[in-house]
């Protein structure tokens, strides 16, 4: 079981936990916006400043260039190591390890980083369960083919095909 799944099932007190995941906790039980959990998930005011109301505010931070930090904080939530994050990004692993946690990442990392938060965020919405989602997303599934969600999670059109797939299930088709 992860932290953050250990977290929102009360196995670990708010005392031991992670800043992020008992923010996102907190964030889950009010039924916040998909836009406030991913805001969240990449490090609250740490990322940015307020949680993001349009996507045009995403787009500022993707031009900026999000910290390595943020990236670092999405692994945890989704409990991967920084190997597979970079895999993701399609960065090279010596070059994400070179950062430090406040230098910035090139607009298409960023961008994706951003996607692959957004996706989270809705999958924990659509799951209501860290670890569900976390299997889902390491599952072979048929309407991708025979592949996980995980794995395609490194292109837009990837993400866009989990994102739809999430929905489906959010609107209870079966998939």
């Known amino acids: 079981m992860s932290i953050m799944a250990s977290i929102i099932r009360n196995k670990i007190s708010n005392a031991q936990a992670p800043a992020i995941a008992v923010t996102l906790k907190s964030y889950l039980t009010k ?9 969240a998930i990449l490090g609250g ?5 307020a949680v993001p109301t349009t996507i045009l505010d995403y787009i500022t931070a993707t031009n900026k260039g999000i910290p390595k930090q943020a990236v670092h904080n ?10 597979d994050m970079a895999t993701l990004l399609n960065v090279s692993y010596k070059t994400l390890g070179r950062k430090k946690k406040t230098d910035t990442l090139d607009s298409l990392s960023s961008s994706l980083s951003i996607e692959i938060a957004n996706t989270v965020a809705k999958g924990l919405a659509v ?33 866009k095909m989990v994102n739809k797939l999430l929905g489906r299930i959010e609107e209870g088709v079966y998939t």
């Open 31 to 39: 039924g916040a916006s998909i836009n406030a959990l991913a805001w």
């Open 45 to 49: 005011k740490q990322f940015m400043s």
């Open 74 to 83: 999405l692994a945890e939530v989704i409990d991967v190591p920084m190997k």
């Open 127 to 159: 799951f209501e369960d860290m670890d569900k989602f976390s299997r889902w997303l390491q599952k072979e599934n048929r309407a991708l083919q025979g592949k996980k969600p995980f794995d395609l999670l490194n292109t837009p059109t990837g993400i």
